[in-house]
């Protein structure tokens, strides 16, 4: 039983009365951040598209049964492509491509990099400068191209763009839960935990972990923008995933053959990444100055 | 400060042997055979005995180890399996193109960034201000190469003011064809990169503008422009000089992508070729003479972060 001084119980208690209040205070901020706001309405509406995308074209991605390089009109909204496929059709296809590659990126980097970062914070030492300098090996390769040569070792396909991606950005991770950690192992709750006899898993995964998320959540949106722009680029030099699977950036790729007499089949896909990429950035960055995140690497 | 220095080259030296250990590593984790791999259709038993042989594959892989750590050391990268050039020639040739690339499109990031950012900095909450925060997060969020074919059906298809394609070099073109052909691809790049500058800019000579020396300038009577080119903007430029160094891996990364959509045969093209050609030796050399441009570049920053502001020090 742990004997409280009246004067802690009653910081104690002020704390929880005052936890409600808090929340209610941060969701007001959250609402006035227009940033947010815009954010998640464009993201909103893209994951709706990337859910009932096949169930919304008008046209199955697939079929070439249409004019060739029509350009865009009311029959065809955003014109036909070489083979004579419906561009908007094939857009939509692409969205659920684009958004399932974002977020896979988003989640395994998070994943290792957060782990990584949580240990190497927590026990410092050896353990610490080990995985710090296998990330300041990943930092020293431009994303892209880390992303390229593995993509050359193992292969272009769905998978291993996910990975090779992932493995890119998540040293980004690393870095931020590491130095939240090594601030947060000193606070005064962690080495209570500690003074009780708790293990290093639970206080990891039950006392710091939980108080690195705010930097985390903002890195996440950020890396998903990220994964979706760095598999589009992967995709447009031919690395991506197969000349089959209808991804915003093998369109754009596609149409650049044929700039000159048909615009659209380039214009549109690039568009849909840019508008995505702004909708993750200005949900991100407003998530930033809510919740008042620092350190997080600058995207915007 | 020299120690300084020596311990940060001594650093960087470290991580560009853990660099091209790693690249190493990478090469020989390809799953299966990349003899058979590189040979396509012309593999037979004895063309692929000949080339392990001449890869040096046929040896144990801490001896091949050791002799790519030699060979480096001699600015050796080895030969391409094309067998028309050797690894390090074709990098010699297409580093000039890249690093034209790559330096105007800092030129033309740093030259947008700065006056948009001290604009939105000095009349914050202004409709100028709301342009370039809207400039900025569009700059980061288009894919540079898509940029780069908007820029060709504008100033090429449709204007007919500057060629779509390739690359002119200064000794035999002259400065304008060599300009005329980087303009768009550097353009291209330096969009996105001058978005994140110029965030930083503003933000910068914001704080910068609130300081204690800025009024004290203002108190003795110095003209406005003076006191924001003078102290502000200066005092504003320490991280903006950090954020263009981590960002040399934008400026590179971009060169990547943009080589192809301008058909120039930088590094970044060459890389990419590579690939297709599964020419393993080219690919390693590419990558590791990039990653090493990319450690240096950081550590110029650093030194240059003494040179803007004098009251950092080192030791």
Known sequence: MINMSPDVATDVSAAVDSAPSTRRRFWRRLRSERKVLIGLVIVAILAFIAIFGPLLAPYDPEADDYELFAAPSLDHLFGTDSFGRDILSRMMAGTRISFTVGISVAVLSMVVGVTLGLIAGYFGG?????????????????????????????????????????VAYLDDFARVVRAEVLRLREEEYALAAKAI???????????????????????????????????????????????????????????????????WISVFPGLAIMVTVLGLNLLGDGLRDTLDVRGVKETV | MTQYIIRRLIHSVIIVWGCATLVFFLMRAIPGDPIIQMLGPEYTPEAADALRRKLGLDEHVLIQYVQWMGDILRADLGSSITGAESVQSAILSGLPKTM??????????????????????????????FAVSLFAFLGVSMPSFWFGIILILVFAVNLGWLPSLGYASISEDGVLEWFKHLILPSMAIGAGYAAILMRFVRAGLLEAMGSDYIRTARAKGLAEKRVIVGHGLRNSLIPVV???????????????????VFAIRGIGRLLVGAIFDKDYPMVQGAILVVAVIFVFANLLVDILYTLIDPRIKYD
């Open chain 1, 126 to 166: 050896w353990l610490d400068s080990l995985i710090m300098r296998f990330m300041d090996l990943l930092w020293a390769f431009p994303e892209i191209i880390l992303a390229v040569g593995m993509v050359a070792v193992f292969g272009a396909g769905i998978r291993n763009i996910i990975i090779a991606i992932a």
């Open chain 1, 197 to 263: 006899g708790a293990s290093h898993r639970r206080i990891m995964l039950m006392h710091i972990l939980p108080n690195t998320l705010a930097p985390v959540i903002v890195q996440a949106t950020f890396a998903v923008g990220l994964g979706i722009l760095a598999e589009s680029g992967l995709t447009f030099l031919g690395l991506g995933v197969s000349p089959s699977t209808p991804t915003w950036g093998l369109t754009l790729n596609e149409g650049r053959d044929f700039i000159r007499q048909a615009w």
């Open chain 2, 100 to 129: 034209s690339i790559a330096a105007l499109s800092f030129v033309i990031a740093t030259t947008i960034a700065v006056p948009a950012g001290v604009l939105a900095a000095l009349k914050r909450n202004s409709f100028a201000d």
């Open chain 2, 242 to 260: 950090t954020v263009a160094g981590i960002q040399v891996a934008l400026l590179l990364s971009g060169t990547v992508v943009i080589e192809t």
